[in-house]
DNA sequence: TAGATTGTTAATCGATTAACAATC
DNA sequence: TAGATTGTTAATCGATTAACAATC
């Protein structure tokens, strides 16, 4: 937190607490955009041409209170007695969430989870546009992954600068990941999807979001145990002198090349 | 949100506002506690025997205030003027979180993704066992991935009984989600690691959790528009009468088989 | 004792929600 | 006009943070 360089504070919190500039949409509703944006396209491909937001609202898995709240910051885009007009607000949170230009992105370390997120259909159809696959390990280049060519991560650079590359995925394995970051964002970039299990370190204005599947994945576990321990119920049993075994120990690699 | 079914709230709620019963630890901390945890294991595996909240907060990512309220809830397991027993600390938050304990999980769904999963080495080391790799493609049954053999769908019921399995992962495609939802909940599965785009319903008492690759790369993308709108200024161009065309179409695939 | 650092308080901020007036 | 549904208000709840007394 000193030096100049940010680090991401929340799990998922990008940099911005900044109500995000002009007229400031919160976080928590741009978090939710994309939702309602699945759910309308859903309808859009039935042809459906109204929506009232309790129906969107169930849809999207939330309540219609939130969802007006929501669509309030956006604009005043509904009709009183009648709903949405689903292609309307199909485009206007498209625009809103900056999906109708284009994103090329970099995916660094092919493993498979690289392998997965090349092959993954969101992807391109919401203007996020695969401009190159990157690996340090030099067998893979050339290999064809998704219909596109494994480049070696010295063309890092290049292809960040040439192809006007803003957003960067990394599924490296751990060690590598903030040495491939640095090199992503001193080569421009200034998004990045991190799925190594490490905590980034960037500068200002980079946002780094993280998805990390054990923490998932713990968290459940926290409930999981909880709902357990309705039966057993945890009489406060104290603390035990020693703390003993059972120590997890860190073995997270989630992909093997790359770096 | 009507007939007793339970759906998910926001991206990742789980289905607990319930404090968490017993003391009551916030759903915000139980959330950071494995970031924490990661931390504090990397600090155990260089032998340091005692961190301060502030260190720790730096190596996790946080700020130390909220660190030290995160870690409130769990008792006072500090030591003014020195800090915190790493090893104690570990096991401490091991046992919070339900990491002691062994947990059999089935993968559903093995695409690339699924593959990922499996080979994920965060598993294992904390206390996660895969106990099965489920696929409805009959072609996949007996193939080896991460050593274990991809099984039939149709073996689901029987194998999360028999395993006392507690949480399942769906790594479908969305359109095969709910069922298998539905029949691993049937089946007595009481937590779910969703990675399909789709709103899983469930009954109450199932939590479920969801991770999403297209819903962070569109919050990166509106924040990533918001930098660059600093330069042009958005001046509150208004709407554009007709919706026009670019609107985005749902191909949302993540992976291939299963269902 | 002096220095360091926790654990907690209290203030602030942001997000959620019910309710309802506005209005189609 | 009557019915439906939005957009907004205001109350509530939960999370964050700085500050500092307690205490090692």
Redesign the pocket.
Known sequence: MATGRSTQ??PN?AAS?R?SRGRGI????VA?LPLYLRALTALSERSVPT??????AAAAG?????L?????YL??????????DVEYLVYQISRELGLTQDWPVVIVGIGNLGHALANYGGFASRGFRVAALLDADAALSGQLVAGLPVRHTDEMEEIVRSERVSIGVITTPPGAAQQVCDRLVAAGVTSILNFAPTVLNVPDGVDVRKVDLSIELQILAFHEQRKAGDDLDDADQEVPATPSAAVVSEGTELEEAAG
């Open positions: 504070n929340n919190a607490n109500r919160p976080d928590a509703t939710r929506v009232s937001s309790e129906e969107l939330v309540n219609s209170a939130k007006r709240k929501d669509f309030s604009g005043s885009y509904g009709t009183r007695g009648v709903g949405y």
